[in-house]
């Protein structure tokens, strides 16, 4: 048992991802309670309009359209240390600047989307930088073990954040959460600086321009990269959009309180928090066939948890959505980072989070279409099972062995080379 422990923990035993780690559990848990916060703020200021809470999401995320693939360059050619410096210290600032405003009376509507909007561009920059620096803090090796402890730190954060953040809001106000937040930025601005340069695993070479078609060419080019990139993008649209269809299940199907609610996202978050450790087991790169079944996996719970009879069942069912979640992001995550040349890394990771994250809110307008005219479970069965055809159109196009990219270059025999050599490899 204590070796199945240490192995799981085993990226920890680096110095620079410890530090990493503990920043990053700090941060995270201050961003969520931001995210409260701030949600609380604009209903407050609006009378709890939802539209307006719209538009502050909407400003946040549109950032991440527009620049993530551009960002992706930045890591490709600077220090991915330092820019991730500059991007929590800006980020910091402008939790601050709201904080004040919030603390002194002075806020408004304008003021939170002028500082959503900051905070989106900002985390554009910062996402993709981060992913790609995780494979330079332990190295190729340890990238699985050490990207599925940052899982599991993230949704640690995502359940203690939201509910410090209750607390403290009806105890303090929401400046107090908006100043902490500020400050929790600088436990990753520190841990940053207290790393040894010298013990990263930065590529022999930086390119001089990191042109952002370089790294969509690179990806194209790639069976074995390109096939997990489609499917990401399938189940990312369709199937995760978690935060749509469970409140409208708790409160349209069952009928529960906001209690009750909170029991089936609590489920949910459960079962990724468990598939987050059980992933830091993994050595290695994954074949593309445990993408597409985890892909098949996690669309079958999903589809189940939308036809689950009673409250209880879907409970269940969606502590093993949570798992596979959270199971297929990371082996398609592991599939595709650890196969990217790492010279062109920071730009497919920016792909890989333009694809999972930018194509969940297109999906989320359809499924909510289909919510309201079809009923709640309507939204998990179309997710669970276009996750299903979505895997299985892929497996159908990995076994015919061939892939042929837009122009007829047959990239077949590249592809399968390089796939044998990283597969070997991991």
């Not at 330092?82 to 910091?92: G, M, P």
């Not at 002028?114 to 561009?121: I, P």
């Not at 074949?287 to 036809?307: Q, Y």
């Not at 837009?406 to 077949?412: E, N």
């Amino acid at each position: 048992m204590s070796s199945l422990l240490a192995g799981a923990f085993q990226s920890l035993t680096i110095r620079n991802f410890r530090l990493f780690a503990a920043g990053q559990l700090v941060s995270v848990a201050g961003t969520w309670m931001m995210v409260v916060a701030q949600d609380w703020l604009v209903l407050s200021l609006t009378g709890d309009s939802g539209t307006a809470l719209g538009v502050v999401t909407a400003l946040q995320f549109a950032p991440l359209l527009l620049l993530t693939l551009y960002a992706g360059g930045l890591a490709d050619r600077y220090d991915k240390r330092r820019l991730l410096v500059a991007a929590n210290l800006v980020s910091a600032v402008l939790a601050l600047l709201l904080g004040l405003l919030v603390l002194t009376g002075e806020a408004r509507l304008w003021h939170v989307y002028l500082f959503a909007l900051g905070l989106g561009t900002v985390n554009a920059v910062e996402t993709p930088t981060r992913m790609s620096f995780v494979s330079e803090l332990v190295g190729a090796d340890l990238l699985p073990n050490a990207s599925a402890l940052s899982a599991a730190y993230f949704n640690c954060a995502r359940v203690v954040g939201p509910a410090l953040a209750g607390l403290m809001i009806s105890w303090f106000g929401t400046a107090t959460v908006m100043l902490l937040n500020a400050v929790s930025y600088g436990a990753t601005v520190v841990a940053l600086r207290l790393m040894r340069p010298d013990e990263l695993h930065r590529p022999e070479r930086r390119p001089a321009r990191a042109a952002v078609l370089d790294g969509v060419r690179h990806m194209m080019a790639r069976h074995d990269l390109l096939l997990p990139m489609v499917l990401v993008a399938a189940v990312g649209m369709l199937g995760f959009n978690f935060q749509l269809t469970l409140p409208l299940l708790a409160k349209t199907v069952f009928h529960t309180d906001a209690a009750a609610f909170g029991l089936l996202t609590t489920a949910f978050a459960a079962g990724s928090l468990l598939a987050a450790f059980t992933t830091t087991l993994r050595r290695g790169r994954p074949r593309l066939g445990l993408v597409i079944g985890a892909a098949i996996g996690f669309g079958t719970l999903e589809t189940l948890a939308g036809l689950a009879p009673t409250y209880a069942l879907a409970a269940v069912l969606l502590l093993g959505t949570g798992f596979g979640s959270i199971y297929f992001a990371q082996a398609a995550n592991h599939r595709i980072q650890l196969g990217t040349d790492p010279a062109y890394r920071g730009r497919v990771m920016a792909l890989y989070t333009l694809v999972f994250q930018g194509t969940t809110p297109l999906g989320a307008l359809l499924v909510g279409v289909l919510s309201e005219r079809l009923g709640a479970r309507s939204g998990l069965l179309v997710g669970g099972t276009a996750s299903v055809l979505a895997a299985t159109a892929v497996l159908l196009v990995h076994l015919r062995g061939r892939h042929r990219v837009p122009g007829g270059t047959d990239v077949a025999a590249t592809g399968a080379a390089l796939e044998e050599k990283t597969d070997r490899a991991g």
